[in-house]
């Protein structure tokens, strides 16, 4: 056997050993300087230090009801993982400005991303996409020493840990999902030491940790990583 080719597999066994369940829904969206700045306007905290202060780099959140503290990425993306299915009631808030989507049907691995933009004294979230997981006979994963995504219509959840190698992306369409057990902390993230190659376009690639850096050839390529100010290696 290619020892190459078994150690980019034996991170799926850990996953199927660890996680032993379909991957939860993930929401992902941007805020966006100037929506954050309108926000907290609204609130009243429209001055530089208040701008420079938590509210920058944090979300509040509803998720059916329930509070949760999202973090930000300094160019405002940011990521919302572990999330039941079937229906969600969404919540965003900015210093008390908020706005609400409801989301039907949402399926286990499902990709959703939202848009987010200020409106007088509220948010407005509206659905800019949505991919679901499909079944690996129709979206075929070809592993190698790295591992590479050849296709399209591709959302592909990795494993928390350590992966060594590349993650090279040949398509369109494609998203790539590390998780969050731990809110950010060592251990239940995807480290990856390599670099994230993509050659396509439309490809989102969300809360994964490249040691290596990126190399970027193809269009319309999102990356979130809300956990990037507490890695420590910036």
Known sequence: MNPNRLLCLAPMLILTAACGAEPSPVVVGNISTQTMRQALSAASHDDDEGFEGDARFQLDIEINGDPRAVALDVDGAFAVQELPTGQLHFAVAIEGIRGTLELDDVQPGEVIEIGVSAAPGA????????????????????????????????????????????????????????????????????????????????????????????????????????????YGRD
């Not at 790295?146 to 591709?154: N, S, V, Y």
């Not at 994964?208 to 990356?223: M, N, P, S």
């Open 123 to 230: 948010l407005e979230l509206r659905v800019v996409r949505r991919d679901a997981q499909l079944a690996p006979e129709d979206a075929p994963v070809t592993q190698t020493g790295d591992i590479e995504i050849h296709g399209k219509d591709i959302v592909h959840h990795l494993p928390h840990g350590r992966i060594e190698g590349d993650i090279i992306i040949h398509g369109h369409d494609v998203t790539v999902v590390g998780p969050d057990y731990y809110e950010c902390r060592e251990g239940g993230r995807t480290v990856v030491d390599g670099r994230l190659i993509v050659h396509g376009k439309d490809v989102r690639v969300i809360n994964v940790e490249f040691l290596r850096g990126t190399q970027i050839h193809g269009h319309d390529v999102k990356v979130y990583e809300p956990c990037r100010r507490r």
